[in-house]
């Protein structure tokens, strides 16, 4: 009887911690005042946490997070040989779709590229690789929905292929683990690559997305940290309407994310 009762007091506490992170996330979500949320995966204790549960399930268009497994693919394939190789600048890009960014208008490494976002230099690459392949390693990562009918290189930002901030933290899973098709040289290059902040025992790595499609900004930060024992995986994504006027879009997700990953990790 004892034992009964001590488990039921034990299942009980884990649901009140669990729903205390949760309504933690969604409130310090909606204080930024944005649309869409956080997903957070707590490896350790093997354990999600949503701001927006919902909102976690639907899948959108990856954007720039699609650099992540595209420069894995790109490795695999042989399409760059390593993230030194030198993409050539083609002399042009759509500055409607991508904005005007003259700073990255030059030949970049594939590691210069990744880390400041060129979106030119990743259709480069993309043209190297035929629409079979990366169908291929996607359906053997688990990624996304596989639906790359769209006739442009860049389908990562426009068309039907989708995918939820769910499967992107699955995937990151996978490639922490070891679980994916591509190689170990080939996956620690990326993970290299994906550094965004080191300092002692905390290691951040990350990549940001914004695309502008079916009538919506769409902005993510995807991701995982490493501090000491434990390791968040996480996927931000923010939407609002075209037109919609918020000069902290970009930046919100950043600090949203990181103040609820700084309130799970609690006082150093």
């Known amino acids: 009887m004892f034992k009964k009762s001590l488990l039921t007091v034990i299942i009980a506490f884990h649901f009140v911690v669990a729903g205390y992170a949760q309504e933690s ?4 979500f909606r204080k930024y005042g944005l649309e869409g949320g956080t997903t957070i995966y707590d ?14 399930k639907i899948a959108m268009q990856p954007a720039s997070t699609f ?28 500055t409607t779709l991508y904005g005007y960014r003259p700073e990255i208008y030059k030949n970049l490494s594939v590691k210069e ?56 933290i699955n995937f990151l899973v996978k490639l922490y683990e070891g679980r994916t098709p591509f190689s170990k040289r ?6 290299k690559v994906m550094v965004t902040e080191k300092k ?9 997305g914004w695309t502008r499609t079916e009538g ?20 931000t994504r923010l939407k609002k309407a075209l037109g919609k006027p918020n000069a902290n879009f970009s ?13 799970l990790q609690g006082p150093d």
Request: glycine content about 6%; hydrophobic content about 35%; cysteine-free.
């Open 25 to 28: 996330l969604t409130t310090t």
């Open 43 to 56: 490896y350790k204790n093997k354990k999600w946490l949503y701001s927006d549960t919902a909102d976690a």
């Open 67 to 94: 650099k992540i497994i595209n420069l894995l693919i790109a490795l695999e394939t042989g399409a760059i040989k390593d993230e030194h190789e030198i993409i050539p600048w083609p002399g042009k890009t759509d």
């Open 113 to 168: 590229a990744f880390e400041v976002s060129a979106g030119w230099a990743f259709i480069e690459i993309a043209k190297r690789i035929k629409r079979p392949v990366y169908r291929k390693y996607l359906k053997q990562s688990g990624y996304g929905n596989l639906n790359l009918s769209e006739k442009g290189e860049d389908f990562w930002n426009f068309g039907p292929m989708k995918i939820s901030p769910e499967n992107q």
């Open 186 to 191: 080939n996956t620690e290059i990326l993970k």
């Open 200 to 208: 002692g025992n905390y290691t951040l790595r990350s990549k940001t």
């Open 216 to 235: 919506q900004d769409i902005g993510w930060w995807v991701g995982y940290l490493t501090d000491k024992d434990r390791t968040y995986f996480f996927a």
């Open 251 to 263: 930046k919100f997700r950043k600090a949203v994310t990181m103040e609820i990953l700084k309130n």
